[in-house]
Each structure stands twice: as structure tokens, then as C-alpha cells.
Nanobody, 119 residues
Framework: QVQLVESGGGLVQPGGSLRLSCAAS????????MGWYRQAPGKQRELVAT???????NYADSVKGRFTISRDNVKNTVYLQMNSLKAEDTAVYYC?????????????WGQGTQVTVSS
């Protein structure tokens, strides 16, 4: 059974930084594509960043140059480093493993972690 547990969210001022963590079990993050999504109040969930098994990364245009996705293969953990945060980055952030044999061919999601950017 795949479990994804996010942590690291909180309240930060505009221009500040946070690092989110996604601790995975039941799935090996180094051989699977992993991603971060976010959902703001009243909006649809949107893709923030992904990292492939080869380490190739992809970012939403709104976060390019500010956010960095990475992983620690020893800890089986995926990270999202968020710098120069803006009010519009406020959302619940979710870790994702896309459908695969490991996930039973459905998306696996964590419980989410709240990020609030406000002065």
C-alpha cells in the first residue's frame, strides 16, 4: 500500500521560503515519477512540479525559477523547495504518485500540507 506523508507547510511572509517534504512508503520514489500539486480555495488542483526516475524536472510556469523539486533516494523522500513566495502560492500542497502497477493503477495522494503566504 502506497502512503505519502507531506510536511513542512506553514505561514510565511511574502518573499520567504519553505521546504515541503513527502515521505513515501510502499513505493520507491527513485524509480517512479513523483509530483507536487496544489489546490487553492475555490480552485481546481493544479500541477506544480514533477520529477522523473531519470531526475528530469518540470514546473508550472507560475513557479519556474522559484521552486525546486528534488528527492533523497536514501530517505525515499521528495522535496519541494519554495523560494520568493507570493500570496498566490497560498494553497494546500499535495504529493502525488501517478497511476502505476505499484499504485494499483490509480493516483496516490498524500493528505496535504497547508502553505499560507501572508504578511
Amino acid at each position: 500500500q502506497v502512503q505519502l506523508v507531506e510536511s513542512g507547510g506553514g505561514l510565511v511572509q511574502p518573499g520567504g521560503s519553505l521546504r515541503l517534504s513527502c515521505a513515501a512508503s510502499g513505493i520507491i520514489t527513485s524509480v517512479n515519477r513523483m509530483g507536487w500539486y496544489r489546490q487553492a480555495p475555490g480552485k481546481q488542483r493544479e500541477l506544480v512540479a514533477t520529477i522523473t526516475s531519470f531526475g528530469k524536472t518540470n514546473y508550472a510556469d507560475s513557479v519556474k525559477g522559484r521552486f525546486t523539486i528534488s528527492r533523497d533516494n536514501v530517505k525515499n523522500t521528495v522535496y519541494l523547495q519554495m523560494n520568493s513566495l507570493k500570496a498566490e502560492d497560498t494553497a494546500v500542497y499535495y504529493c502525488n504518485a501517478p497511476p502505476s502497477l505499484t499504485t494499483g493503477w490509480s493516483d496516490a495522494w498524500g493528505q496535504g500540507t497547508q502553505v499560507t503566504v501572508s504578511s
